[in-house]
Antibody
Framework: QLHLQESGPGLVKPSETLSLTCTVS??????????WGWIRQPPGKGLEWIGS???????YYNPSLKSRVTISLDTSKSQFSLKLSSVTAADTAMYYC????????????WGQGTLVTVSS | DIQMTQSPSSLSASVGDGVTITCRAS??????LNWYHQKPGEAPKLLIS???SLQSGVPSRFSGSGAGTVFTLTISSLQPEDFATYYC?????????FGQGTKLEIK
């Protein structure tokens, strides 16, 4: 059973870069069976797909965030990461990492989430 | 982007009741529709993929149907653990988008 765990700062200043890491266990991050994605949820609101990455390094981003998002993979650490630049208060959200069968289909296994607040 | 609209936004029901949640897409998405539920303080959990495929371990009281633009999630006999917020998600095209959620509360 795949287990995913997010980590990173819970507070980021406006205009700075949000950086989160997801550590995968219970399966191989290099498996061709899975893509790895990030989803966020502002407090009290709905879900937004941010982007996904394949073990090959291919990335897929939500066009609304594409100019500010970078997702990368470190297979040696079984981790994938999210960087979101130039953050504002609107980026305050619970950030989840998840496994997904293809870049934006069904998100099967989720991390517990990590709350990131953008505030000075 | 494809807009997903769920109805109702909230719903009150009792244990043992049957309920149906509807999700409408702004354009045809074939059967590329997934359902999740989310309990407070937890991550969403995938219940149904491809409109009607029940995920392993999900009770058979959950069922999904629909194709094109209109989809439904039915819970045949509510159990206490079913009270949560339900989301639909289209995976037909990028960006994948979610409905706004339906909060299912105990009456």
């Amino acid at each position: 059973q795949l287990h995913l765990q997010e980590s990173g700062p819970g507070l980021v200043k406006p205009s700075e870069t949000l950086s989160l890491t997801c550590t995968v266990s219970g399966g191989s991050i290099s498996s061709s069976s899975n893509y790895w994605g990030w989803i966020r949820q502002p407090p009290g609101k709905g879900l937004e797909w941010i982007g996904s990455i394949y073990y090959s390094g291919s990335t897929y981003y939500n066009p609304s965030l594409k100019s500010r998002v970078t997702i990368s993979l470190d297979t040696s650490k079984s981790q994938f990461s999210l960087k979101l630049s130039s953050v504002t208060a609107a980026d305050t959200a619970m950030y989840y990492c998840a496994s997904v069968h293809s870049p934006w289909t069904d998100f099967q296994h989720w991390g517990q989430g990590t709350l990131v607040t953008v505030s000075s | 982007d494809i807009q997903m609209t769920q109805s109702p936004s909230s719903l009150s029901a009792s244990v043992g009741d049957g309920v149906t949640i509807t999700c409408r897409a702004s354009q045809s998405i074939s059967n590329y529709l997934n359902w999740y539920h989310q309990k407070p303080g937890e991550a969403p959990k995938l219940l149904i993929s491809a409109a009607y495929s029940l995920q392993s371990g999900v009770p058979s009281r959950f069922s999904g149907s629909g194709a094109g633009t209109v989809f439904t999630l039915t819970i045949s006999s509510l159990q206490p653990e079913d009270f949560a917020t339900y989301y639909c998600q289209q995976s037909y095209s990028s960006p994948s988008t979610f409905g706004q959620g339906t909060k299912l509360e105990i009456k």
